[in-house]
């Protein structure tokens, strides 16, 4: 893939209705920027982009154990109505 081309997929994934995905697809957006004008070395550029995948695998986890405690709540109140019956 081209640069043009991955540009183009963060402008798509900036109009994501994911705000977490909006946001990084933005941060990566500006980061590209700054590297095509000189102000950020490879390097940095490198660890800045693995900083927002970091990010992103947060977010994601986090997700997953909001879902994950709100499913054990229910089987716990299933648990407590089975046994009062």
Excluded: F, W
């Excluded at 640069?3 to 957006?29: K, R, Y």
């Excluded at 550029?45 to 229910?74: C, F, G, P, W």
């Amino acid at each position: 893939m081209s640069i043009q081309n991955l540009e183009h997929e963060l402008i798509m994934l900036a109009a994501s209705n994911d705000p977490v995905i909006q946001t990084e697809a933005n941060t990566v957006g500006e980061y590209t920027e700054m590297i095509k004008a000189g102000k950020l070395s490879n390097d940095e550029y490198i660890e800045l982009l693995h900083d927002v995948q970091h990010t992103i695998s947060i977010h994601q986890n986090m997700s997953e154990m909001e879902a994950k405690e709100r499913l054990n709540v229910a089987i716990n109140a299933l648990i407590s109505i089975a046994s009062l019956a």
